[in-house]
């Protein structure tokens, strides 16, 4: 299944892959081998640890190996601000406290609350997509309160 990605979120994987098996890779493989030229490997807790640190870094190489092959960049030149859909920024009201809010409709692994980017599968974001200005967006949330907003405006 394709993942669509920003050109900014495929490089930062690329990126990330690139540390993984450059610099994380080599130094797993001298602890690994540090460990084992202390003897007996059946007692060896440095030597389990950095076997289980060996297995967690080789699948996180696989899984980001597996999403950057799959992944689809998006185009945001084809993007239509006159509707919510990824990678749109939405100004938000909160009908319940007046209070503005903008988010950025982001791929899932390109989320950060921090900076204002919610992933689109997200159950606001879900309830938001193909709104248009004016609109409101009734959501219920997982734990089963309602959020009311407004859509204030749309853009990139």
């Known amino acids: 299944m ?10 930062k994987m690329k990126a990330e892959l690139e540390q993984l098996e ?3 890779r080599p130094k797993i493989t001298q602890q690994i081998a540090e460990a084992r030229d202390k003897g ?38 084809q993007l239509d601000t006159s509707k919510v859909s990824i990678l749109t920024t939405v100004k938000l009201k909160n009908n319940a406290t007046n209070q503005e809010q903008v988010f950025k409709l ?19 974001a879900k309830g938001l997509l193909g709104k248009v200005v004016g609109e409101t967006a009734d959501i219920t949330l997982p734990n089963g309160n309602k959020l009311s907003f407004e859509v204030l405006d749309i853009t990139l």
């Open 22 to 24: 450059t610099v994380e």
């Open 2 to 11: 394709a993942s669509y990605v920003t050109k900014e979120g495929l490089e």
């Open 40 to 77: 007996d490997l059946s007692e060896n807790a440095e030597y389990d640890a950095a076997k289980e640190a060996q297995g967690m870094l080789e699948m996180r190489i696989s899984k980001l190996k597996d999403v950057i092959s799959t992944s689809k960049i998006i185009d945001e030149s």
């Open 106 to 124: 982001v791929p899932d692994n390109e989320s950060d609350l921090k900076t204002g980017k919610i992933s689109v599968n997200t159950p606001i």
